[in-house]
C-alpha cells in the first residue's frame, strides 16, 4: 500500500491573495483555525502569498520544519493557481489537489494573465500540460479540481494515464 510510504506531517496554511481583505476578517478566520486545530505538532502559519520574493510558497514552507516531500498540497486562490503550482520548485508534495475553471472546454488551453485581481483561472488542459512539465499526473478530478501524483508514485494508483475527456465530462 503506497500510503505507507507518507509521511505524518500536517501542515494547514492560511494564505492570503492580496490586501483586500481586511485584517479583522484574516484574523478571525486564523483564531478560528487555531481553536479548531490547538496541537502544536500542526503547523499554522497566516500569509499573503506572492509569485516571487519572501511571500512565494517556497520560501513561506522554508520557515517551516516540513519536509520537502510532504503529502499533500492543496491550492485553491480563485485564479493564480496554476502560477502558484509553476512557482513550487524547491519542495514537491506527493500529491496535489490544484482549482481550475471548469466552464473551459476541455480542448481550451488557457491560463488568465499573472494578476491577483484576476479571478478567471485556467483550464484543465492547461494545468495539466504544467504537471506533466513538473512530473506528475494528474489522476482524478472533481467538478473544479485536479488531483496529481507525483510521477513516482503514478503506477501505484493507475496503470494507464487518464484522457481528459474521461475524467471530466
Excluded: M
Excluded at 492580496?18 to 500569509?47: G, H, M, R, V
Excluded at 493557481?81 to 482549482?99: G, H, Q
Excluded at 484522457?163 to 471530466?168: A, H, K, R, T
Amino acid at each position: 500500500n503506497w500510503f505507507n510510504n507518507l509521511t505524518p506531517w500536517i501542515i494547514f496554511i492560511e494564505i492570503w491573495l492580496d490586501n483586500t481583505w481586511s485584517a479583522s476578517t484574516i484574523s478571525n478566520y486564523f483564531k478560528k483555525l487555531c481553536k479548531n486545530f490547538p496541537q502544536e505538532e500542526i503547523i499554522k502559519l497566516n500569509k499573503f502569498i506572492n509569485f516571487s520574493g519572501d511571500n512565494n510558497l517556497d520560501n513561506i514552507l522554508k520557515k517551516t520544519i516540513i519536509p520537502k516531500n510532504f503529502d499533500f498540497l492543496s491550492i485553491d486562490i480563485d485564479g493564480c493557481d496554476y502560477y502558484i503550482f509553476d512557482s513550487l520548485n524547491e519542495y514537491r508534495p506527493k500529491i496535489i489537489c490544484i482549482e481550475f475553471n471548469h466552464l473551459i472546454p476541455n480542448a481550451a488551453e488557457f491560463v488568465q494573465k499573472k494578476d491577483f485581481s484576476v479571478k478567471q483561472g485556467c483550464s484543465a488542459k492547461s494545468l495539466i500540460k504544467l504537471g506533466k512539465i513538473k512530473n506528475y499526473e494528474v489522476v482524478a478530478s472533481s467538478l473544479t479540481n485536479l488531483f496529481f501524483v507525483d510521477k513516482s508514485y503514478f503506477k501505484l494508483i493507475l496503470k494507464d494515464t487518464i484522457s481528459l475527456d474521461d475524467l471530466i465530462n
